[in-house]
């Protein structure tokens, strides 16, 4: 069974860290795309933070996380991991996973958006308190 499972979720205060994973289960992140998206309370859309191209081990980052959040692989855990660091009350969302096979020939210049991705966590909440 193909499935993504995040974990690391949490309450943390405003300037603390947390580090969330993000585990693959009956594939591995090899030729793909993997990315991390939140949704906020209230919000009906997700928002792309990060995303990491496994073929070029290119990053990217939304300008809200920019300096602050590192996403990260390794290969021999089957796992994704976004650093958060330096977390404000704004950050506190639901944080999905999600990934999407990519040919190396392809070169991403942004996240992707939402309906790029197939495969999705069900995600971890993080609530940064003030």
């Known amino acids: 069974e193909v499935q993504l499972v995040e974990s690391g979720g949490g309450l943390v205060q405003a300037g603390g860290s947390l580090r969330l994973s993000c585990t693959a289960s009956?594939?591995?992140?090899?030729?793909?795309?993997v990315a991390w998206f939140r949704r906020a309370p209230g919000k009906m859309r997700r928002e792309g933070i990060s995303?990491?191209?496994?073929?070029?081990?290119?990053?990217h980052y939304a300008e809200s996380v920019q300096g602050r959040f590192t996403i990260s692989r390794d290969n021999a855990r089957n796992t994704v991991y976004l650093q958060m660091n330096s977390l404000r009350p704004e950050d506190t969302a639901v944080y999905y996973c999600?990934?999407?096979?990519?040919?190396?020939?392809?070169?991403?210049?942004?996240?992707?958006?939402?309906?790029?991705?197939?495969?999705w966590g069900l995600g971890t909440q993080v609530t940064v308190s003030s």
């Open positions: 999600a990934h999407q096979k990519m040919s190396g020939r392809s070169v991403l210049v942004d996240i992707p958006p939402e309906v790029f991705f197939h495969s």
């Open positions: 009956g594939f591995n992140f090899d030729g793909a795309v």
């Open positions: 995303s990491l191209n496994t073929n070029d081990d290119r990053t």
